[in-house]
């Protein structure tokens, strides 16, 4: 069983990226193939800043590798450094149904904001079906938001089987419900879009600032808090704190006592302990980027080996060769 996930290089990666896709994904490195990818192809959409993209790919690169990606255990490689992908997105791209494009989330949420969607855009989900398809994909681990994508990968794939006969695999998302969406500050998912993220690997000042800045309601410590399960802080404790550890603050907060500045600061502690091993591995591989460079050639090397295959079998499917 393959499994194969991605994230874009467009900012610095945080906690919902953290639980909602890195850590399935790099848990399930242990259970069989696992290809994973910078997605430098798909910033492009809205990254034009070509030094950001540079660094953000870098950065994203270290973040995965300090949170325990294993390139002995995975392949990890650079999008845009298998070409292939081009290719078979144009293949795939010409059986894709215009309507199939125009129900894409992104593509909607982006017309409801008065934006002028890019040609990128329109067409992400079938350079994402590409990714998935191109390297004969089994499980996709992604969010709650992405799962979309996900099945549209699966019609695609269908469609294409259909009609040049088999020739991909029809994939799988793995969602996990507990960490399909994570929050963010202002209680909105979390996402770059938004400024409400926290950072996997930010400065410790800021994002205590952060952390402490979370809005809440005027109640004062002594009263009771009936839905404390539904408190921002609360919900984001789970994700990082141990499980006895988050319940005892809920059951402190719904019976009164707890104020939200000690809740806080609870918040912050656990955050900051979840995430120190990695700051260490981090900096460690930082200071060191041609390593990096090297993973992912080498990743890439491995991945070009099997997109070659694939890309072979859909030529000849459809009269190519």
Not at 17 to 27: L, T
Not at 83 to 99: D, R
Not at 259 to 286: I, P, Q, V
Request: aromatic share 10%.
């Amino acid at each position: 069983m393959r499994t194969l996930t991605g994230i874009k290089p467009t900012g610095i990666l945080h906690i919902g990226n953290f639980f909602g896709a890195m850590r399935p994904a790099i848990e399930l490195q242990a259970a069989g193939d696992a290809f994973y990818f910078v997605a430098d192809y798909h910033s492009m959409t809205s990254l034009t800043d070509s030094v950001e993209r540079k660094r953000y790919t870098l950065g994203v690169a270290l973040d995965w590798l300090a949170c325990g990606l294993d390139p002995a255990k995975a392949v990890f490689w650079r999008q845009s450094d298998v070409p292939e992908v081009c290719e078979l997105t144009w293949l795939i791209g010409s059986l894709t149904p215009m309507g199939l494009l125009e129900r894409a989330h992104s593509y909607k949420d982006s017309l409801a904001k008065g934006l002028q969607p890019n040609w990128g855009l329109f067409t992400y989900p079938v350079l994402m079906a590409a990714d998935i398809l191109l390297y004969d994909t089994h499980r996709v681990p992604v969010g709650k938001d992405q799962k979309q994508h996900v099945e549209f990968t699966r019609d695609i794939a269908i469609k294409f089987n259909l009609t040049y006969g088999e020739t991909f695999v029809v994939p799988e998302p793995v969602i996990r419900d507990e960490v399909a969406v994570i929050p963010g500050l202002d209680g909105q998912k979390m996402s770059k879009s938004y400024g409400n993220t926290i950072e996997i690997f930010g400065d410790e000042k800021v994002m205590r600032k952060k952390i402490m800045g979370i809005k809440m309601d005027s109640r004062t410590p002594v009263e009771p808090k009936p839905d404390a399960d539904q408190n921002l802080a609360i919900q984001l404790l789970r994700h990082v704190a141990p499980a006895p550890v988050a319940a005892d603050y809920e059951n402190r907060l719904r019976a009164g006592g707890l104020g939200y500045g000690d809740l806080k600061k609870a918040l912050f502690e656990h955050y900051w302990d979840y995430f120190a091993a990695a700051r260490t591995r981090r900096a460690e591989l930082e200071s060191n980027p041609d390593h990096i460079e090297e993973i992912l050639r080498d990743g890439a090397g491995r991945a070009q080996s099997v997109a070659a295959k694939t890309m072979a079998r859909a030529r000849l499917a459809c009269g190519l060769r």
